[in-house]
C-alpha cells in the first residue's frame, strides 16, 4: 500500500473513535435522510446534500417531508448543532467519508439508469481531496464502483487505493418497519482495498449492530440484489399459486397459515394486486441487465417479473366477475380503490399496482376513486402523470365496488359491516364473514 493512503488509515480510524470525523450523505431521500440522521445521534458532525432544495430548506427549517420520519428528529438533529443539509458540493471537501444514496430507477427501456450516480460521481470528483473515503449505497449491478464510479471519481487526477479509499455498502431499510431500524440491521460492507474496508466498517459499526465483511464491492453489490430477487421470486410464486388454488376453491392465505407451521424450511411470502415500491419491481432487473454481458439469460427474475406484472390484469378481471354476479357491467361502474401506497402504513406510492389498475380500470369504462389515509392527493409521478392532483374519497356505500389494495392498518381496523356493496379484498384485510367479500 503505498505511503499516503497507509499514513492517513490510522488518523481515520482515530477520528471515527473520536467522533470527530466529519461524514457527508449525498441524496437525502428514504435512505440517505435516516442514514445521515444516525450518524448526527451518535455525535458525528455531519452534513446532507441534495438536489432538490426545497427538500433541503425544509429540512433545514427542521420538518421532515417522509411521513415516517417525524419532524421532531429532525428538529433534534438541527438544534443539536451537528446537522446540516445543503445544495453546495462545494462543502463536500470538509467531509472524512461521502456515503452516496441517489436513485438507482430504470430506463423506459427497463435497463439501468445511471445518470443520478454518474452526476454524483462527477460532482465527488470535482471536490475530492486525498484521504476521504466515497461509499456508494445504491442499490446497483455488480461492477458498479468499480467500473462505473473509480474512473469518475479519478478524474480528479486522484487515485483509488493510493489516495482515497472506496467502499460499496448497501441499504437494507426498510420503511417504517418497527422492528427492524438503520441501527439494527446488519450492514454489509465491500471495498477495493484491505484499509478502505477497515475504514469502511469502523465508520458503520458506530451507527449499526454490527457489519458483515465482503471480499469485493463487486460481491457487496451481488449481495444486495440477490436479496431483493429472492423476493421478487417468491411473491411470484406465491401470486401464481392464489391463482391456480383460487380455481381449486382453496384459499391461499388459509394455505399461507397453516404451511408457515412448518418450523424449518419454509418461510411466507404474500400475495398481492402486483408488486411495487422503489427496490423489488426494479433491482432485479440491474442483474439481468448485466448478465447479457457475459451471455446469461436471467429466466426466473425474467419470469417474476412477468408474473407480477399480470398480476393488476388478474385483479381487475375478478373485478368484472364479481360484478358481473352483480348483474353490472365493469363500464359505467364506481370503484374505489382502498390504498395508493405499494405496501402497508407508508405514504410511498411509487411504482405502486394500484396506478396500473386504477388505468386499466378506467380503459374499460369504470369510474375509478381512491382512499388512502397516506396520500390525501396525488403527488406528480412520472408513469402517471395524468393522475397527480385527485385526492381521497371517502369509505361510503356510493360505489359498485370497493378493491383493497393496500393493508394499511387504518383498513384493518375498519367495521366494513355497513358497507353493502361487494368488497374485492386482494391483501385479505376483511376478516370474518361480513357482507360481500370477494378475494383477489
Ligand atoms: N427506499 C428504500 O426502501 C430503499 C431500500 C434499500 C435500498 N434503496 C436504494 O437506495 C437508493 C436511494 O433510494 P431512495 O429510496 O432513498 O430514493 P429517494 O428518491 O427517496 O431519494 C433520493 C434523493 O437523492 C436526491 N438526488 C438525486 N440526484 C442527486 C444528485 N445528483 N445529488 C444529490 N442528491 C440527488 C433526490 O433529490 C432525492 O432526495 C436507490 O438506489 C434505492 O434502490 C432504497
Known amino acids: 500500500m503505498p505511503e499516503t493512503i497507509a499514513s492517513v488509515k490510522d488518523d481515520f480510524l482515530l477520528k471515527i473513535e473520536e467522533k470527530s470525523a466529519i461524514i457527508g450523505v449525498i441524496g437525502l431521500g428514504y435512505v440517505g435522510l435516516p442514514l445521515l440522521n444516525c450518524f448526527v445521534e451518535k455525535g458525528f458532525q455531519s452534513i446532507g446534500f441534495d438536489v432538490d432544495e426545497k427538500k433541503v430548506i425544509a429540512l433545514?427549517?427542521?420538518?421532515?417531508?417522509?411521513?415516517?420520519?417525524?419532524?421532531?428528529?429532525?428538529e433534534k438533529a438541527v438544534a443539536s448543532g451537528k446537522f446540516r443539509?445543503?445544495?453546495?458540493?462545494?462543502?463536500?471537501d470538509q467531509c472524512d467519508a461521502i456515503l452516496m444514496a441517489v436513485p438507482t430507477p430504470l430506463n423506459k427501456n427497463r435497463e439501468p439508469d445511471m445518470s443520478y450516480v454518474i452526476a454524483t460521481c462527477e460532482e465527488v470528483s470535482k471536490h475530492i481531496r486525498p484521504g476521504q473515503l466515497i461509499v456508494l449505497e445504491s442499490t446497483t449491478y455488480p461492477g458498479t464502483t468499480d467500473e462505473l464510479m473509480v474512473p469518475i471519481l479519478e478524474n480528479s487526477g486522484l487515485k483509488v487505493n493510493r489516495d482515497f479509499y472506496v467502499a460499496f455498502s448497501p441499504e437494507r431499510e426498510d420503511p417504517n418497519n418497527p422492528t427492524f431500524t438503520t441501527e439494527n440491521i446488519p450492514k454489509v460492507v465491500g471495498a477495493?482495498?484491505?484499509?478502505?474496508?477497515?475504514?469502511?466498517?469502523?465508520?458503520?459499526?458506530k451507527i449499526v449492530v454490527t457489519t458483515v465483511s465482503v471480499s469485493s464491492t463487486k460481491a457487496a453489490e451481488a449481495t444486495k440484489l440477490m436479496e431483493n430477487i429472492f423476493r421478487s421470486v417468491?411473491?411470484?410464486?406465491?401470486?401464481?399459486?392464489?391463482v391456480t388454488f383460487m380455481k381449486m376453491g382453496i384459499d391461499i392465505w388459509e394455505v399461507i397459515e397453516a404451511a408457515k407451521t412448518k418450523p424449518f424450511g419454509y418461510m411466507p411470502f404474500y400475495p398481492g394486486p402486483g408488486l411495487g415500491g422503489h427496490c423489488i419491481p426494479i433491482d432485479p432487473f440491474y442483474l439481468t441487465w448485466k448478465a447479457r454481458e457475459y451471455g446469461v439469460a436471467t429466466r426466473f427474475i425474467e419470469l417474476a417479473g412477468e408474473i407480477n406484472t399480470a398480476m393488476p390484469e388478474f385483479v381487475v378481471s375478478r373485478a368484472m366477475e364479481v360484478l358481473n354476479e352483480e348483474g353490472?357491467?365493469?363500464?359505467?361502474?364506481?370503484?374505489l380503490i382502498l390504498g395508493l401506497a405499494y405496501k402497508a402504513n407508508v405514504d410511498d406510492d411509487r411504482e405502486s399496482p394500484s396506478y396500473r389498475i386504477m388505468e386499466l380500470l378506467e380503459q374499460k369504462g369504470a369510474q375509478v376513486f381512491y382512499n388512502?389515509?397516506?396520500?390525501?392527493?396525488?403527488?406528480?409521478?412520472?408513469?402517471?402523470?395524468?393522475?397527480?392532483?385527485?385526492?381521497?374519497s371517502d369509505i361510503?356505500?356510493?360505489?359498485?365496488?370497493?378493491?383493497?389494495?393496500?393493508?394499511?392498518?387504518?383498513?384493518?381496523?375498519?367495521?366494513?359491516?355497513?358497507?353493502?356493496?361487494?368488497?374485492?379484498?386482494?391483501?385479505?384485510?376483511v376478516q370474518g364473514n361480513s357482507v360481500k367479500v370477494f378475494k383477489a
Do not use: C, M, Q
Open 372 to 392: 388512502d389515509p397516506y396520500v390525501p392527493v396525488i403527488r406528480p409521478s412520472r408513469d402517471y402523470p395524468h393522475y397527480a392532483g385527485r385526492t381521497s
Open 396 to 429: 361510503s356505500n356510493d360505489y359498485d365496488l370497493i378493491l383493497i389494495a393496500t393493508p394499511h392498518d387504518e383498513y384493518k381496523a375498519l367495521d366494513f359491516s355497513g358497507l353493502t356493496i361487494p368488497i374485492l379484498d386482494t391483501r385479505n384485510v
Open 328 to 335: 353490472k357491467a365493469l363500464r359505467g361502474s364506481k370503484i
Open 60 to 74: 433545514t427549517e427542521g420538518k421532515s417531508y417522509i411521513k415516517h420520519i417525524p419532524s421532531s428528529r429532525i
Open 192 to 205: 477495493t482495498s484491505p484499509e478502505g474496508l477497515e475504514i469502511a466498517e469502523k465508520l458503520y459499526k
Open 234 to 242: 417468491n411473491i411470484a410464486l406465491v401470486n401464481e399459486l392464489k
Open 85 to 92: 443539509a445543503t445544495i453546495d458540493y462545494s462543502d463536500l
